[in-house]
């Protein structure tokens, strides 16, 4: 019997067989929110009151939900990170940004700045996938920069802010970690994220929480004599949300799932809930791979594991693409590994919304098929 003939009992499949680290699983009860908003919010405007009651409770429960001090606001625009980069290289830095760079979205970001002509060359601290390196302060940056967690090698970073750099801002990216890593928001000024990692919705939309620091150092640019498209326009983006909406029209299904996941982690216990499971979840498997004797876990400092996203390294005698095309022939899903990490291993999202008793399930179901192709 070859690899991919493999079938794995019911008995040992989980029951959500959704495990990616791009779009989470979407939980049934986002999917209801969505079917009942059809009748009387789907389908109207953006710009009317019950739209606006949504992004209203939306804004408040994300603080809620992080714990935000006092002053901050949670402001949001249409497009996701890729969106919101360009904007903060056009309306958050002045003159020097500062980034981490040991992933996909920190190296993107850092692309951003360091291209923009109006802009000095960036500061750009790389670390070897898997690990990851630390900032210092230093002359003329005016910006910080890293990932929270990084989506494409596991990798989780510390939020803090750099000593000696307190006049700077701190600009987070949340994307993968908003919602389920712990977050202390006073050592950052702007937390940003797309929702459809943890808070299992869809893309095309990117929120942040942002400090009085930062609205000011938007403003201050805003009134300079930079170029900043409309679409781009942090000040647009802080105007229009503070009359709870984005510039252009939004996809509302996003809203109501992303405010019936609200309501679900808020239940959960707040952001420490919610680090919890994930951190259940998460332990499970690395507990697994070191313990296994064809895996390990790809990140080696226990300190720099992710808990939202584990990547694990399999022995050469275990083909991990062909184990993860089993898998998807038995419905499970998405744990191919990062396709520029060119790694012989397995990606496995444990974001809050995935049951740690599925994940428990998936590696029995992994443990079943390297048994019988080896």
Do not use: C
């Amino acid at each position: 019997m070859t690899q991919n003939q493999i079938q794995i009992p019911d008995r040992l499949l989980p029951q959500d067989r959704r495990f990616g680290a791009g779009p989470s699983k979407v939980r049934q009860a986002q999917i209801d929110a969505v079917v009942a908003a059809q009748p009387s919010l789907l389908g109207t405007s953006h710009r009317q009151a019950s739209v606006k009651s949504l992004v209203a409770g939306i804004q408040s429960k994300l603080l809620e939900f992080f714990a935000a001090p006092e002053g901050y606001e949670v402001i949001l625009g249409n497009g996701g990170a890729t969106a919101f980069w360009d904007a903060a290289a056009f309306g958050l830095v002045k003159s020097r940004a500062q980034h981490l760079s040991f992933g996909e979205f920190g190296a993107k970001f850092a692309a951003a700045t360091n291209g923009a002509p109006f802009l000095e060359d960036s500061e750009i601290i790389t670390a070897p996938a898997g690990t990851r390196p630390a900032p210092h302060a230093s002359e003329g940056v005016d910006v910080y920069a890293w990932p929270h967690n990084e989506t494409s090698t596991g990798v989780s970073a510390e939020v803090r802010r750099v000593p000696g750099a307190e006049s700077a801002l701190h600009v987070t990216d949340g994307t993968s970690a908003a919602g389920g890593i712990a977050v202390d928001l006073s050592e950052t000024d702007v937390y940003y994220f797309s929702p459809q990692k943890n808070f299992a919705s869809d893309g095309g939309l990117w929120l942040a929480v942002i400090s009085p620091a930062a609205a000011q150092r938007i403003e201050e640019i805003a009134a300079s004599d930079r170029w900043i498209p409309d679409f781009l326009s942090l000040k647009t983006a802080l105007d229009n949300s503070r009359l709870h909406q984005t510039y252009n029209t939004p996809s509302l299904t996003t809203l109501v799932s992303l405010d019936a996941q609200l309501d679900w982690l808020l239940e959960l216990g707040g952001i420490e809930g919610a680090a919890a499971r994930t951190a259940e979840s998460s332990g499970i498997i690395y507990r697994w791979a070191e313990e296994h004797p064809l895996a390990r876990p790809f990140v080696e400092d226990p300190a720099d594991r992710s808990p939202v996203i584990v990547t694990v390294d399999f022995d050469e005698s275990v083909d991990a693409a062909a184990l993860a095309k089993t898998l998807r022939a038995n419905g499970i899903l998405d744990v191919e590994p990062y396709r520029k990490l060119g790694r012989n291993q397995l990606r496995i999202a444990t974001f809050v919304s995935i049951d740690p008793s599925d994940v428990r399930q998936l590696l029995a179901s992994i443990d079943y098929v390297l048994e019988r192709a080896l």
